[in-house]
Structure formats: C-alpha cells, structure tokens
Nanobody, 125 residues
Framework: QVQLVESGGGLVQEGGSLRLSCTAS????????MGWFRQVPGKEREFVAS????????IYADSVKARFFISSDGAKNTLYLQMSSLKPEDTAVYYC??????????????????WGQGTQVTVSS
C-alpha cells in the first residue's frame, strides 16, 4: 500500500521558517514528479510547488516564489518544502502529492495520484 506521510508542520511567528518533509512508502517515487499543495477551510486546495524526478525542474506558485524551496532525496524517498519569510496567509494544511506516472513537474491536482494526509502550518502575526 502506498503511503505519503507529511511532517514538520506547526506554529511559527510571521517571518519565521519551517521545513516540511514527506516520506513515501510502498513504492519508490524517484522517477516521478512530486508536489506540495495547501488548503484553507472553505477554500479549494491550491498548488504550492512541484519538482520533476531529476530535481532540476521546479514550479512555484507566485505567492511563494523566492520564499519557499522544494527539493527531494530519491535515496530516502522523501520530498521537502523549505518555507521562509512565512506570512499569516501561508496558514493552511499542506499536502504532498506524487504522480503515479510521469516524471515532469506539474501544477494541476489532476496530475497527481497519491496524496498525504496533510500537516497543519499556522503562522501567527
């Protein structure tokens, strides 16, 4: 059974940093694209960042460019999201996602087949 498990969320003050991790089990995703999305209650889940299987091609939402950095470690089957200069509007549940097939970096939810359970990030002002 494939599982994606996020960790690293929590409460942080505005301007602070957090690093989210997403560890996959059940299969390797070293050849697939992976991404991060986030969701606020009452709103649709939105794209945050994605990375291709080589780790060299990334896409970021405009709202997080230059503040967030996505990376992956194929040997550990783990995806990361380094978040800096956090703002209250970054508060959300963050989900990692993996493509079942396809190595490219993608920003649409429909491109992803596997999802984690989410980790809460709260940024206080």
């Amino acid at each position: 059974q494939v599982q994606l498990v996020e960790s690293g969320g929590g409460l942080v003050q505005e301007g602070g940093s957090l690093r989210l991790s997403c560890t996959a089990s059940g299969r390797t995703f070293s050849g697939q694209g992976m991404g991060w999305f986030r969701q606020v209650p009452g709103k649709e889940r939105e794209f945050v960042a994605s990375i291709d299987w080589t780790g060299r091609s990334t896409i970021y939402a405009d709202s997080v460019k230059a503040r967030f950095f996505i990376s992956s470690d194929g040997a550990k089957n783990t995806l990361y999201l380094q978040m800096s200069s956090l703002k209250p509007e970054d508060t959300a549940v963050y989900y990692c996602a993996a493509r079942g097939q396809g190595s490219a970096s993608k920003s649409a939810m429909t491109d992803y087949d596997y999802w984690g359970q989410g980790t809460q990030v709260t940024v206080s002002s």
